[in-house]
Nanobody, 124 residues
Framework: QVHLVESGGGLVQTGGSLRLSCATS????????VGWFRQAAGKEREFVAT????????YGADSVKGRFTISRDDAKNTVFLQMNSLSAEDTAVYYC?????????????????WGQGTQVTVSS
């Protein structure tokens, strides 16, 4: 069992930055991939970024490449999503999710445990 709690969301102006955190607890003796997804109002949840259990492999959606960076600090059992150059299109509820494996994909079905989400709102 893995428990995930997101934090760091809020209101930011266009062009601003936020850093989201995903605190994990539970099955920490095994390393597993963690992903970030987001869901805007009226839209389906979409993949944002993922990081492998070792932290050596990362992958981001085209829409966030060059702006968002995913990282992990296993000493703190936390995965981060640094978001820069934010625009209104980034407004959404952001979720972190943990896989059962050391690497994972870009689809929701690739992740087994999910957090409750944190709201990010970008205003112009």
């Amino acid at each position: 069992q893995v428990h995930l709690v997101e934090s760091g969301g809020g209101l930011v102006q266009t062009g601003g930055s936020l850093r989201l955190s995903c605190a994990t607890s539970g099955r920490t003796s095994s390393r597993y991939a963690v992903g970030w997804f987001r869901q805007a109002a009226g839209k389906e949840r979409e993949f944002v970024a993922t990081i492998s259990g070792t932290g050596r492999q990362t992958y981001g959606a085209d829409s966030v490449k060059g702006r968002f960076t995913i990282s992990r600090d296993d000493a703190k059992n936390t995965v981060f999503l640094q978001m820069n150059s934010l625009s209104a299109e980034d407004t959404a509820v952001y979720y972190c999710a943990a896989s059962l494996y050391i690497t994972s994909g870009t689809m929701e079905k690739d992740y087994f445990y999910w957090g409750q989400g944190t709201q990010v709102t970008v205003s112009s």
